[in-house]
């Protein structure tokens, strides 16, 4: 049963009414002119005490009695099959507790990239095991590789997948596969290829009406989440239930990967405990194979295990973002109308295809859209989810497209762009991030002088209202103390801040008065921190579940003290009557019969809510020196819609954090391969270089709180939006200060140089 | 700009000379004040230590603690897995990444890359030296009041880079700011915060909400 109501929906002075559904058992969304007390206030994180001395304790600070060391061998060869593994020295070994192999663990005979697991030791000292996996004599068959895109795209390259896998397989459209091992239905295959054969006709059509017909080729490098914290777990039996320390961004998925009786662990009970993650951006779902290992190393020793990769393992073999190669076109109507747009591109997520997308073809209204794209296999470390995966690739080759456009017809690329959007709420961002970024200040550009500035924008759009399937545990004691609790985990978002900020506003508390409890498998199923909907899922609960609890604390007062319940309510720790405190909310909770107050309540379905996304527009300033080709970016602005905001410092600093690792991303980081050995040759951080504190721009963060209406809290997340767009704007912004187009990242100062020496000579694709 | 860093102690064992050869010069252990038991070296050449554990003493954080450890022991392994001191954090374990900083006399040192038998002699301050949760320096207050840290794995480091900055310079610029703690990698994205966090404590104004 639903509750149908009429809520005002909207942000700035322009709201409106809808009528939504409300789902049975749960409260109205926040409104407009609503009191609060604590959400849309900065207060400080719940956890900032512990992170700034050095307390908190991380999985790798995690050190249980008797612990011992796990360590993991891997290939030093690209494409290998093991043919045998000899362990005996290693297991004589004096100190080591535990070996493992991978043909043993995972039924698995391969290498198939320079850094795959081959065998696990655990040993009383990191030293010991270090010495033990030397001591593994490994025979392997070697076999050819490629560890890029291009190698793995030339005719005759070898092959790197299984069975009938090609190295270059289309993803999208797809035609319906007939199992898993890649063959093709041919009978929807065909209907397939006839229908994508129609799509080009169409967009041919379209594009020879259009009046300017703008093409390109762009490639992204592959980025390595590198957090700080390396993967890994330190893992406890007792008996035949694991405790599991992992530094996790989905402790549940942790629990059910490492307690499934198909996996290899298959742990009776599993308690996932992450109080603290040193960073994820996607790469932290899974336990992975260092998290099944450390568990079955412990198990067999007997011992607490830690293992925890080294920096070299988490470069190599924790995840990245795949690269892209795009090819473009987009077909422009003479009043800026986007009527056809086409894209072809690859990508590589490793040995598999899946991930292998980038979101070119988003965002905006691009007409009649031909696209068809490919994952390309290559002897490489796979790829997992990386902060907006696809996006920040895609994108940053959309919106050059969308400069080249505009300039095809003679727009103004944030006019061209207001043309071909009509999201209600970027549309109202753009004239804000032109106006912060001094958009129509003169300057020194197209690389008329030594140093040049120029201007750049690009958009981002993101899906983040969360969902169901979370629960919040909040309780109420008779002695005042409150618990709100949730299992996930707090990904460094602030999570567990805003969890007991909705509950305490619900309760009348000052944010002080809860206490929170997260990243614990026995507290409530709560999410893994993916599509950054954890805040959207954990925070309609939460609200829930403190009002639900609020109202069982007024109904014992109201009885007690026989006054009637619908004058009541808790605010600035009181019982108020009327709006009047009458009562200390401890001398409330002392009225209570039983010892505990205890609400469980889930995250209900979303209502039909004012926008289903949330957008953002960033424009970026950037400085380059054409004599040295260095690029600086000097201030991004980033206008960015969080739906309602709770705390408005956290949801800024996840703005900050966006730019931050997307400015690394247009300028400094890529994962680089020997095409020779098939190896990873900048597996640190020192040649694998993120931003620091000398490059970092200025960063002005303008936040709308939209009141958006998918749940009672009308939040969206805010993880991922933010790099979306960075890099796109930054490549707009060279491209401006320089006059000519950089279409490949990370801008080097190398590529700088390329492309004015090239600039008079060439004057580079149609339409630029 | 560089970060300033502490080349080599100026006396005393140093890596490079501790690494040379097979052993370890008797009277460098003398003057650094390691006590190798049982033993009066009579040769600056004689005398080698470890491979097993050497006892030795330390300064950390104004205490005096007895260490028994093997000499390829790093400081960092030290104070994490022998003291249980773990503020420090090992990423990168080749000084690179500056989440292992501490601070040697007042100058930040990666403490991945110095041998703990290599810190005889100093004074050692790590994170826990700098404030507690029941006792916080201003500096750790106008972290958490800037929201400088995110998942706060490279947080107590940067701290400590901090503290050591304003201690040389108690008004430094925004430059000198990024300047010192150039050597301390955030993947979060929190230099912004930090920058606003060190001008707070140094009366420079920060964030205002």
């Known amino acids: 049963m639903t509750e149908e109501m009429k809520i005002k929906v909207g942000f700035g002075d322009t709201f409106r009414e809808l009528t939504v559904r409300i789902p049975d058992g749960d409260i109205p969304p926040y409104q407009p002119g609503d009191p609060l007390d604590l959400v849309g206030t900065s207060e400080i994180r719940l956890d900032a005490v512990a992170k700034v001395t050095g307390t908190a304790e991380f999985t790798y600070d995690r050190q249980p009695k008797g612990l011992i060391y796990g360590k993991i061998l891997r290939s030093p060869h690209a494409n290998a099959n093991i043919r045998s593994i000899d362990v005996s020295q290693a297991r004589a070994l004096e100190g080591v507790r535990a070996v493992l192999t991978t043909p043993d663990v995972f039924e698995d005979s391969t290498a198939r990239y320079a850094g795959a697991e081959i065998a696990a030791v655990a040993a009383d000292s990191e030293a010991i095991a270090d010495e033990a996996v030397r001591m593994i004599e490994v025979d392997y068959e070697v076999l050819p590789f490629c560890v890029t895109i291009d190698d793995s795209m030339a005719e005759g390259a070898p092959k790197v997948g299984r069975g009938n896998q090609e190295n270059v397989d289309r993803v999208s459209p797809r035609a319906r596969r007939r199992r898993r091992g890649g063959e093709i239905n041919a009978d929807a295959e065909a209907s397939m290829v006839a229908r994508m054969k129609e799509r080009e006709k169409t967009v041919d059509k379209l594009f020879a009406k259009s009046k300017g017909v703008v093409e390109g080729e762009f490639r992204t490098q592959v980025q390595t989440h590198a957090p700080l914290e390396t993967h890994g777990v330190v893992c406890d039996w007792d008996g035949k239930n694991l405790l599991c320390y992992g530094s996790s961004q989905a402790t549940f998925g942790f629990k059910r990967e490492l307690g499934s009786s198909r996996g290899p662990v298959g742990a009776k009970d599993v308690r996932v405990i992450c109080e603290y993650v040193g960073g994820g951006f996607g790469s932290k779902f899974s336990a992975g194979r260092e998290g099944v290992l450390g568990a079955m190393l412990a198990r067999e020793a007997g011992k607490p295990v830690r293992l925890m990769l080294d920096r070299k393992e988490e470069q190599t073999s924790a995840g990245n973002r795949p690269d892209s190669l795009q090819k473009l076109k987009m077909g422009v109507a003479a009043d800026g109308t986007i009527l056809a747009y086409r894209v072809r591109s690859w990508g590589t997520p490793g040995t598999g295809t899946g991930g292998a997308g980038a979101h070119n073809d988003g965002i905006y209204n691009l007409g009649e859209i031909d696209k068809v794209e490919y994952g390309v296999r290559t002897n490489c470390g796979g790829a997992r989810a990386h902060r907006a995966p696809g996006w920040p690739q895609g994108v940053f080759a959309l919106e050059q497209m969308m400069d080249m456009g505009a300039q095809s017809v003679g727009l103004d690329p944030i006019e061209f762009r207001k043309r071909n959007d009509d999201h209600p709420i970027r549309t109202a961002q753009y004239d804000i991030a032109r106006e912060k970024i001094g958009w129509d200040r003169p300057r020194v550009r197209g690389g008329a002088a030594t140093v040049c500035r120029g201007v750049g924008v690009a958009s981002n759009l993101w899906f983040s209202a969360g969902g169901r399937g979370t629960q919040v545990m909040v309780r109420v004691h008779k002695d005042g103390q409150v618990e709100v609790r949730n299992g996930a985990q707090d990904i460094g978002t602030g999570t567990r801040t805003v969890m007991g900020m909705v509950a305490a506003e619900e309760l009348g508390l000052p944010l002080a008065r809860v206490r929170t409890f997260i990243g614990d498998t026995r507290d409530p199923q709560g999410p893994g921190s993916g599509g950054s909907t954890t805040i959207g899922s954990i925070t309609p609960a939460a609200r829930l579940a403190g009002y639900v609890a609020k109202q069982r604390l007024l109904e014992v007062v109201a009885a007690r003290k026989n006054w009637p319940i619908d004058q009541l309510g808790l605010r600035r720790g009181h019982v108020t009557r009327s709006g009047d405190p009458v009562l200390s909310f401890d001398a409330a909770c002392q009225l209570m019969e039983e010892d505990v107050i205890e609400v469980l309540e889930s995250r209900k379905a979303n209502y039909a809510g004012f926008s289903d996304t949330n957008a953002g527009v960033q424009c970026a300033e950037v400085e380059v020196d054409t004599e040295t080709g260095e690029v600086r970016v000097i201030k991004v602005v980033a206008v960015a819609d969080a739906g309602k905001l709770i705390n408005p410092m956290l949801a800024e600093s996840q703005v900050r954090g966006g730019v931050s690792q997307g400015v690394g991303y247009a300028l400094l980081e890529r994962r680089i391969m020997d095409s020779q050995e098939g190896r990873m040759v900048n597996p640190n951080l020192e040649m694998y270089k993120l931003l620091g504190a000398v490059d970092c721009p200025e960063i002005e963060v303008v936040l709308f709180d939209v009141y958006n209406g998918k749940s009672n809290t009308s939040v969206m997340g805010l993880g991922e939006p933010p790099i979306v767009a960075t890099a796109a704007a930054v490549a707009n912004a060279v491209s401006d200060a320089i006059g000519v187009r950089i279409t490949e990242i990370p801008i080097t100062p190398r590529k700088v140089l390329e492309a004015l020496g090239r600039k008079g000579s060439d004057t580079g694709k149609k339409g630029e | ?209």
């Open chain 2, 1 to 209: 700009m560089p970060r300033k860093k502490l080349e080599s102690p100026a006396e005393g064992v140093s890596r490079r000379t501790f690494l040379k050869g097979a052993g370890i010069a008797a009277a460098a252990v003398g003057v650094s004040g390691v006590d190798v038991a049982g033993e009066t070296p009579s040769s600056q050449e004689s005398l080698i230590v470890g491979p097993g554990p050497v006892p030795f003493q330390l300064t950390i954080n104004g205490d005096t603690r007895s260490i028994e450890v093997p000499p390829s022991t790093t400081l960092l392994d030290l104070l994490r897995d022998k003291l249980g001191m773990t503020g420090s954090k090992r990423v990168c374990d080749r000084g690179s990444c500056g989440a292992c900083t501490v601070m040697f006399d007042g100058k930040i040192v990666d403490s991945c890359s110095i041998l703990a038998i290599d810190a005889v002699g100093r004074e050692i301050t790590t994170i826990e030296g700098i404030g507690t949760p029941e006792n916080l320096s201003a500096l750790q207050q106008a972290f958490i009041e800037c929201d400088a840290l995110q998942c706060g794995f490279c947080t107590p480091a940067m701290v400590v880079s901090c503290t050591a900055l304003l201690n040389d310079n108690a008004k430094p610029t925004r430059d000198e700011i990024r300047a010192g703690i150039s050597g301390n990698l955030c993947r979060c994205g929190t230099y912004i915060n930090v920058f606003e966090a060190v001008e707070k404590t140094s009366g420079q104004g920060g964030r205002d909400d």
